[in-house]
């Protein structure tokens, strides 16, 4: 109950193609839904995230989609660029459990010029 | 300016050597973690601190050890127990405070990569 399931595992993508990557949840105590993005040998950064009332949320290039009744949320991202190659991670808080974090696997994105 | 360090960016153990990495935050965060990332994996959590001199295990504490004496710090340390200990290592924080909309989650510092001789 406490997985969160996370496809595909890496992806290649055309620059200015359309990135997608799933997440799926279980989990119903869940409360908040961030994505990090992670370049090698970096810590993960917030990138973008979006609370379980809220079907969908947009910053620039990403966008976060959220199916509450099928437990599942997905990033996109508009307009793919080389400079967006990076490990995306997704999460899922519990707050009334001090914060913690559960992730998904990772997905190794790579987008080819 | 605010955020999370880490320090040393780079760190070598020598074989039954205890070696402590530290984690500082500048944020005013309540709650601070550790986890560990091996090559091309997600991260798994050692410990976590949600107050001063309080803190749990995660899923791999066995072979660490933490101490939170200062809201600030949170330092790990690697025993010779634990036997394979090369690793890019994260720590994060988060504030723990917040109404109903509360939407803070947790911030990553840059890493320490701990690698055994």
């Known amino acids: 109950q406490q997985q969160v399931k996370q496809s595909p595992q890496s992806l290649i993508v055309q620059k200015g193609g359309i990135s997608i990557i799933n997440c799926a949840y279980e989990?119903?105590?869940?409360?908040?839904f961030p994505w990090y993005q992670q370049f090698p040998g970096k810590g993960p950064a917030l990138l973008i995230a979006?609370?379980?009332?809220?079907s969908e949320k947009k910053e620039g290039r990403f966008t976060i989609s959220f199916n509450k009744s099928a437990k599942q949320f997905s990033l996109h991202i508009m307009d793919s660029q080389p400079g967006d190659s990076a490990t995306y991670f997704c999460?899922?808080?519990?707050?009334?459990?001090?914060?913690?974090?559960?992730f998904g696997g990772g997905t190794r994105l790579m987008v080819k010029p | 300016d605010g955020g999370i360090t880490q320090s040393p960016k780079y760190l070598f153990r020598k074989e039954g050597q205890n070696v402590t990495l530290s984690c500082e935050q500048n944020?005013?965060?309540?709650?601070m973690y550790w986890y560990r990332q091996d090559p091309g994996q997600g991260l798994r959590l050692i410990y976590y601190?949600?107050?001063?001199?309080?803190?749990q295990k995660g899923d791999i504490a066995e072979g660490y050890s933490v101490s939170r004496e200062k809201k600030e710090s949170f330092p790990l340390t690697v025993t010779s127990a634990q036997k394979n200990p090369t690793a890019f290592y994260l720590c994060?924080?988060?504030?723990?405070?917040?109404?109903?909309?509360?939407?803070?989650?947790?911030?990553f510092g840059p890493g320490t990569r701990l690698t055994v001789l």
């Open positions: 994060a924080s988060t504030a723990l405070a917040g109404g109903p909309l509360f939407t803070d989650t947790q911030y």
């Open positions: 989990n119903t105590a869940f409360d908040y």
């Open positions: 979006i609370r379980p009332d809220v």
């Open positions: 999460a899922a808080r519990r707050r009334n459990a001090g914060n913690m974090l559960t």
């Open positions: 944020l005013n965060h309540d709650a």
């Open positions: 601190s949600q107050i001063v001199n309080d803190f």
